[in-house]
T-cell receptor
Framework: AQSVAQPEDQVNVAEGNPLTVKCTYS??????LFWYVQYPNRGLQFLLK??????LVKGSYGFEAEFNKSQTSFHLKKPSALVSDSALYFC??????????FGAGTRLTVKP | NAGVTQTPKFRVLKTGQSMTLLCAQD?????MYWYRQDPGMGLRLIHY???????AKGEVPDGYNVSRLKKQNFLLGLESAAPSQTSVYFC??????????????FGNGTRLTVT
């Protein structure tokens, strides 16, 4: 069965600095990988996805993610963090079936 | 365009009571899902549906039942609530034509407390 792991519960960065939120995955077939963001008292919002093709995927709000097959990783990145990026971030994977499985989430705090 | 709407937003139940959570989507999506979110555990899939009249079990189906009588609605039932079912419940939907490419669209959640 597919699964994802987010090794960091919390990531703290200063505004203007680059940020990385880590994700590793395990699937039996080709991975369909996603990143979502959750703001307080709201549902998750889709940021970006990797299907096939370029290993660097660009998404909403200036976020991008790098797919690395050999390391089975799909890390979320942003060149310059904003205070408004502070939120809960989830990595997710869809394998052969139609269900989507999520990581435990990483809380990103961007300090002014 | 409302997207995915969940009702109610909040609910407090006593142990042993029953209730139904309603999810409605207006995007004509074929797939619908119910997740629960607990601190430190992310989202865990309870049940899902790939079309009207069909349902399937997810990771944590015990204690829950679902029905998909209409394409736009997906109901989650708790027959006899337990404190372990205290959680935030999210409904989501996705478009089948994109297959596994399709991201999920989420509602804003239902916060359930079982005392």
């Amino acid at each position: 069965a597919q699964s994802v792991a987010q090794p960091e519960d919390q990531v703290n960065v200063a505004e203007g600095n680059p940020l990385t939120v880590k994700c590793t995955y395990s699937v039996s077939g080709n991975p369909y990988l996603f990143w979502y963001v959750q703001y307080p008292n709201r549902g998750l919002q889709f940021l970006l996805k990797y299907i096939t093709g370029d290993n660097l995927v660009k998404g909403s709000y200036g976020f991008e993610a790098e797919f690395n097959k050999s390391q089975t990783s799909f890390h979320l990145k942003k060149p310059s963090a904003l205070v408004s990026d502070s939120a809960l971030y989830f990595c997710a994977v869809r394998d052969i079936g139609n269900d989507m499985r999520f990581g435990a989430g990483t809380r990103l705090t961007v300090k002014p | 365009n409302a997207g995915v709407t969940q009702t109610p937003k909040f609910r407090v139940l006593k142990t042993g009571q029953s209730m139904t959570l309603l999810c409605a989507q207006d995007m004509n999506h074929e797939y619908m899902y119910w997740y629960r979110q607990d601190p430190g555990m992310g989202l865990r899939l309870i049940h899902y549906s790939v079309g009207e009249g069909t349902t399937a079990k997810g990771e944590v189906p015990d204690g829950y039942n679902v029905s998909r009588l209409k394409k736009q609605n997906f109901l989650l039932g708790l027959e006899s609530a337990a404190p372990s079912q205290t959680s935030v419940y999210f409904c989501a939907s996705s478009y089948s034509r994109e297959g596994r490419n399709s991201p999920l669209h989420f509602g804003n959640g239902t916060r359930l407390t079982v005392t």
